[in-house]
């Protein structure tokens, strides 16, 4: 059994959704625990680890629960082989607004278990983009993942800990005219991922990334309960996985 904590928010939420189909696809057995709160930063993460609050949404193998609970409580449940955290989005792109918070929950996360640590690199937002952290790069997505990508690799270099490229999935499938407007664009309103391609995408860069599977092999075809019209093109399908393949390292 591979376990799998994300400490994260609603972008861990799109990149955990189908992440159990896909490694059970892959015949690894898993589970896959995401503890949610809409917009959370790495200072409130530290905070709530802090005062050991009970403010996470637990979510476990891609569906929500009424349960909630606190990080302390679930690493004292659970044991994991992978804790992943991530920065807000909105801050996603500004150095100083990591530390001391990343390294207060590093080394708090060493004393709790023994799972592999690593970090989530988030995305940019669409171009024209109506969240209100947008202004702070200029509502320029290309000046937002530049920076972005800047922090993601600095801070996973002064811990050593394995960075998985999503945001760069992300970037490069924009690359695409299916994903740049003409048809759709790879987010469902401006920053959130596209409920089939988009969280398709990441949690394909995910188990890669923290499992090792081989992503062009994999079968599985996402699909979504409430969108029962919504059907994957398998073309698209093998676009997105090659390029997950050729941009997860």
């Not at 625990?33 to 200072?43: F, H, Q, R």
């Not at 949690?203 to 699909?223: Q, R």
Request: net charge negative; aromatic share 14%.
């Amino acid at each position: 059994m591979y376990r799998i904590l994300a400490i994260g928010n609603s972008f861990s939420e799109d990149a955990t959704y189908f992440l159990h189909d896909i490694l059970e696809n892959a015949g690894v057995d898993n589970d896959v625990v995401n503890l949610y709160i809409g917009g959370c930063p790495l200072e409130r993460h530290w905070s709530n680890i802090e005062r050991n609050a009970a403010d996470y949404q637990y979510q476990r193998n891609g569906k929500k629960t009424d349960r909630y609970c606190s990080v302390a409580q679930i690493l004292e449940e659970q044991t994991f082989d992978a804790v992943v955290t991530q920065q807000a989005s909105g801050d996603s792109g500004w150095e100083n607004t990591y530390e001391p918070f990343l390294g207060l929950i590093l080394d708090f996360l060493k004393k709790r278990t023994r799972a592999e640590l690593f970090l989530n690199e988030t995305w940019a937002y669409e171009a024209g983009s109506g969240h209100t952290h947008f202004m702070r790069y200029e509502r320029s997505q290309e000046l937002m993942f530049s920076r972005l990508k800047s922090a993601y690799k600095k801070a996973a270099a002064n811990y050593g800990l394995p960075l998985i490229e999503t945001g760069e999935v992300i970037q490069n499938l924009r690359l695409f005219p299916f994903f740049n407007g003409d048809s759709r664009f790879i987010t469902r309103d401006g920053f959130h991922l596209h409920f089939l391609y988009g969280r398709y995408a990441a949690a394909l860069a995910w188990a890669k990334k923290l499992a090792g599977i081989d992503v062009t092999a994999n079968s599985y075809l996402p699909e979504v309960d409430f969108m029962p019209s919504e059907k994957a093109d398998p073309e698209i399908i093998r676009m997105i996985r090659k390029t997950v393949n050729e941009t997860i390292r």
